[in-house]
Nanobody
């Protein structure tokens, strides 16, 4: 199983980026997907999640109204659209797959597979 995250980069505050996470090696449509981030010196934290059931998403309070998670099951890809970016959004962003559950969790330990991370840097 491989998760390949991409789309990170350097952007000015107020700008936008779209992250992608391509999943291979398993039935993606049955995975609940999560996006997490980790800033230097901080713990990895939940950002957004998308249930495989197609009827549920969840967001960290810090990104609500600015970020949107979506998926394309035909492309085995999950996306994170990030708008109105702030310097405090700077972090390495990771995608993760939680198998055998439609429930979105904010706990790192409940995700079974992880991508390698993509760096997002927001300048002020």
């Amino acid at each position: 199983v491989q998760l390949q995250a991409s789309g990170g980069g350097l952007v000015q505050a107020g700008g936008s980026l779209r992250l992608s996470c391509a999943v291979s090696g398993r039935t993606f449509s049955r995975d609940t997907m999560g996006w997490f981030r980790q800033a230097p010196g901080k713990k990895r934290e939940f950002v957004a999640g998308d249930s495989w059931s197609g009827d549920s998403t969840d967001y960290a309070d810090s990104v609500k109204g600015r970020f949107a998670v979506s998926r394309d099951n035909d492309r085995n890809t999950v996306y994170l659209q990030m708008n109105s970016l702030k310097p405090e959004d700077t972090a390495v962003y990771y995608c993760a797959a939680r198998t055998s559950s439609r429930l979105i969790s904010k706990l790192v330990s409940l995700y079974d597979y992880w991508g390698q991370g993509t760096l997002v840097t927001v300048s002020s």
